[in-house]
């Protein structure tokens, strides 16, 4: 397997400028996590999508940000007009049913930074 | 709320030596599960080991270990023969278990270095 494949590895924009960040799940897992990690926040929870459905969005810090799930191999974070403070790692996660006893599987994250 | 406290922000250990990590959590759940996770220089977070809090008996893997305390809430990470390339940050996490799966919380992390 894989793993979880996230691009892309690294983005530079400028601010306003639309950014997509994309995500390919473990075959088989039916959980996705979006997760954002700045140095003064840790790594936080954006967004989790249960069977490609959006369960919990409640870390999505603004309207600027959005997330889907069109099936279940493929998800994308948008952020829209992104700014220099949404700088950061982003990384997805998926897991199985049982994955809140196994752990979640990470991609390699994608370093964003807006200029 | 669930939080997870780590309170060391770096530590140092000379090559194969033993090292421990703190971690700290509050939670009013019973059911719950906890992780430790490694994310070296490459950004990989990589699963080290893990614990159900239903189990009294620590986890082991390898030379990694932990001493999980239930009513004190806190679950400490033991490297023993540390070795160049286990410097890297390293994350305590928690998830709730029973009804819908819950959110993975991490703590701030702690930065190890790995000295030869």
């Known amino acids: 397997d894989a793993g979880v494949i996230q691009s892309p590895r690294h983005e530079v924009t400028e601010m306003g400028q639309e950014v997509t960040l994309r995500c390919k799940p473990i075959s088989g897992h039916d959980y996705l996590f979006w997760y954002r990690q700045t140095m003064m926040r840790g790594l936080e929870l954006l967004i989790y999508?249960?069977?490609?459905?959006?369960?919990?969005d409640s870390g999505m810090p603004e309207d600027r940000f959005s997330a889907k799930m069109p099936n279940a191999s493929f998800s994308t974070l948008k952020i829209q007009p992104s700014e220099p403070r949404d700088s950061a790692v982003y990384f997805c996660a998926s897991s199985s049913m049982g994955g809140a006893r196994i752990g979640y599987t990470f991609g390699s994250g994608t370093r964003l930074t807006v200029v | 709320a669930q939080t997870v406290t780590q309170s060391q922000p770096e530590m140092s250990v000379q090559e194969a030596e033993t090292v421990t990590l703190s971690c700290t959590y509050d939670?009013?759940?019973?059911?719950?599960?906890l992780f430790w996770y490694k994310q070296p220089p490459s950004r990989q977070m990589i699963l080290v080991i893990r614990q159900e809090a239903y189990k009294q008996q620590n986890a082991t893997e390898n030379r990694f270990s932990v001493n999980f305390q239930k009513a004190a809430k806190s679950f400490s990470l033991k490297i023993s023969d540390s070795q160049l390339g286990d410097t890297a940050m390293y994350f305590c996490a928690f998830i709730r278990y029973g009804g819908s799966q819950g959110n993975l919380i991490f703590g701030k992390g702690t930065k190890l270095s790995v000295k030869p």
């Open positions: 939670t009013s759940e019973s059911n719950y599960y």
């Open positions: 999508f249960n069977n490609n459905v959006p369960i919990d």
